[in-house]
């Protein structure tokens, strides 16, 4: 009945930016996080966002870089990548908390 579904992924040079969108369906956009799986690697958070006063959080990797925001209007969780690295590969989830629902992910490939 919930669906969230990511978009925005993209073979992208060093340096380069992304931005992902996350539209939620069925429901609302409330807490909301971005999850990343790395090749070889376990999922990990990047970044998150809470519901009513919109405080964000970042992992060390990825601060100062990355910024996460909703249009709770569109429905939608965004995060934006700027000075994107070889080590930013992988494939990038949303995250609902209160219900426990996951996007499909959407590649995001970061290579010379």
């Known amino acids: 009945q919930v669906q969230l579904v990511e978009s925005g992924g993209a073979l992208v040079q060093p340096g380069g930016s992304l931005t992902l969108s996350c539209v939620v369906s069925g429901g609302l956009v409330f807490d909301m996080g971005w999850y990343r799986q790395a090749p070889g690697k376990q999922r990990e958070l990047v970044a998150d966002?809470?519901?009513?006063?919109?405080?964000?959080q970042y992992a060390d990797s990825v601060k100062g870089r990355f910024t996460i925001s909703r249009d709770t209007a569109k429905n939608t969780v965004y995060l934006q990548m700027n000075k994107l690295k070889p080590e930013d590969t992988g494939l990038y989830f949303c995250?609902?908390?209160?219900?426990?629902?996951w996007g499909r992910g959407t590649q995001v490939t970061v290579s010379t």
């Open positions: 966002i809470t519901t009513i006063r919109g405080e964000t």
């Open positions: 995250h609902a908390l209160l219900t426990d629902d």
